[in-house]
């Protein structure tokens, strides 16, 4: 047997090297919200239950599955004790993961806790186990010389041109959304961020953060596209928003484009269909100097080819990317919310003049009349750029249309920062998502895809991306502008459950291919392909 056989591997490496060491705990009174806010925040997919510091079960999302939302437990009055597999079956860190995945065939299980000197350190799985020795045998692998390779090959180096957190931005969010998911395949080395500041921004950004650029500072762009081309980075993606970079339409991203030596992939959050000359022509820049660009809906390929020129061949297709959470029924996570009885609509997001918003609130009069009950929470603080130049004004516009209805009860503004885990418990006791975006344009929309990937009855005005989802049954269609339009989607939805309930189910499967861990091996695939590996 060679000394880098995959067996060997097997029967040597410990099984810590392949435990998740931050596995939270909750105690077996807790609630099941808990669980499902934890697995949520920490993008996991077990907690172990403890008493006394000592583990006493598990709860997975099977067991949430096939425990509580099947059976449509409420999940604040449902204790983990009730639904907690126990007793549970642990392995030394010490152990070769040979031994584990015995212990897993014989007890017919996914997990085992792991320990240490009686203490608890985390959760091995199954899958976790096999890609870390898989992983590890690849390396040993590729770092033998050989007539072919002098040398050992490390994992692709990617840098991120982008905004970044803690600055609050959509394309922000997604990004560390896109490079944490990334950095848990293990397929490319840590990633580098090369954040975008705005105007008199300064921010705390995390240590991943490692250059910087001034929006409206010509030099910063060339800077940095030189301190990449000197560093042992191999390739950058771009996010691509106009509004995002300095100069004529963001022009400024071309002078950093034209001195960068490394392969660009570009992800396009924005395009426009009949773009003003300046628009146009830094979009035909971006597009010739881009060895690859994301499209993340459909119908952006064929913008691309017939308004833009592109080649077919430099587009690839990646959905937007949303969090994989389980489906629940809505009156399960109402009352932990303070919401039992409502029958609640709601719409989420940074808030601006384009998202519509004005034109939801005016389809609500007509359903009201016939369901008092009903609320329409709008989810989320006004966008940073429209507060630095506008201040509340939209959202006050908001509230005074709200009062001037008369529908002071029947809408609820949540002006306020969520937390995913709360931003997914809001959307799980949605009964119908309303998006009336009032520009066709929209070629990206996180929003959707959150709303589908909690299996919620959609009414949308036929944007760019919606309109694919319309168009497979995923969300109902309403008119751009149109009170009316809306009132009568949303009233069918309320008057016919099983027509909700069917929209809520095509959503959900819908969104299945999106999920995070799917887009992320995409995008690794796509870094490989443009540098040539």
Wanted: net charge negative.
């Amino acid at each position: 047997m060679e000394s880098n056989s995959y067996f060997k591997i097997l029967h040597e490496l410990p099984v810590v090297s392949g435990t998740n060491l931050s596995t939270p705990t909750v105690s077996a009174q807790d609630p099941i919200s808990k669980v499902m806010d934890i697995l949520i925040a920490e993008n996991i997919g077990a907690v172990i239950v403890v008493e006394k510091g000592a583990p006493i079960g598990i709860v997975t999302e099977r067991d949430l599955i096939e425990r509580v939302f099947v059976k449509q437990l409420d999940v604040e009055r449902t204790s983990v004790k009730e639904i907690m597999t126990s007793p549970i079956i642990s392995i030394e860190s010490s152990q070769p993961i040979k031994k584990a995945m015995e212990l897993l065939r014989d007890h017919r299980i996914r997990r085992l806790v792991v320990m240490e000197n009686d203490r608890i350190i985390g959760i091995a799985s199954e899958r976790r186990l096999l890609d870390i020795a898989y992983s590890t045998y690849l390396e040993q692998t590729r770092a033998m010389p050989d007539d072919l390779m002098k040398r050992s090959i490390d994992k692709p180096v990617i840098t991120y041109l982008s905004t970044y957190p803690p600055r609050e931005c959509g394309i922000a969010t997604f990004t560390n959304d896109l490079v944490d998911e990334i950095s848990r395949l293990q397929a490319l080395s840590p990633p580098i961020i090369t954040a975008i500041n705005d105007r008199g921004g300064y921010y705390d950004y995390p240590s991943i953060v490692k250059l910087q650029i001034e929006r409206e500072d010509p030099e910063s762009y060339i800077d940095a596209a030189n301190k990449i081309n000197e560093s042992s980075i191999d390739a950058v993606n771009i996010q691509h928003e106009y509004g995002l970079f300095g100069g004529v339409w963001g022009d400024y991203l071309i002078d950093f484009m034209e001195t960068l030596k490394k392969p660009v992939t570009t992800t396009l959050h924005t395009i426009l269909q009949d773009p003003p000359p300046d628009a146009e022509r830094v979009m035909k820049e971006v597009l010739r100097l881009s060895n690859q660009v994301v499209i993340l809906a459909r119908v952006g390929a064929k913008i691309l080819e017939q308004r833009y020129d592109t080649l077919v061949d430099k587009i690839r297709y990646i959905p937007h990317g949303c969090p994989n959470v389980p489906r629940v029924q809505s009156f399960t996570v109402k009352e932990g919310l303070g919401l039992k009885d409502r029958f609640l609509l709601s719409s989420f997001g940074l808030i601006s003049r384009g998202k519509g918003l004005e034109y939801a609130i005016q389809a609500l009069p007509p359903l009201v009349d016939k369901h008092p009950n009903l609320l329409y929470l709008i989810i989320g603080e006004t966008h940073p750029e429209v507060r630095k130049n506008e201040g509340e004004s939209y959202r006050q516009s908001l509230i005074e249309l709200t009062e001037s209805l008369g529908l002071r009860r029947n809408v609820r503004f949540v002006n306020r920062f969520l937390s995913k885990s709360e931003l997914i418990r809001f959307l799980q006791a949605t009964d119908v998502y309303i998006l009336a975006y009032p520009n066709r344009d929209q070629i990206s929309s996180g929003t959707l895809l959150y709303a589908l990937c909690t299996g919620k009855a959609i009414v949308s005005t036929p944007f760019l991306h919606a309109e694919e989802v319309i168009n497979q049954g995923a969300a109902m269609r309403c008119n751009f502008k149109d009170p009316d339009s809306i009132s009568r989607a949303v009233e069918n939805l309320i008057d016919y459950e099983h027509i909700r309930t069917g929209f809520g189910a095509r959503a959900y499967n819908y969104s299945r291919d999106m999920i995070w861990p799917n887009v992320a091996m995409r995008y690794v695939n796509i870094f490989y392909q443009n540098i040539g590996l």
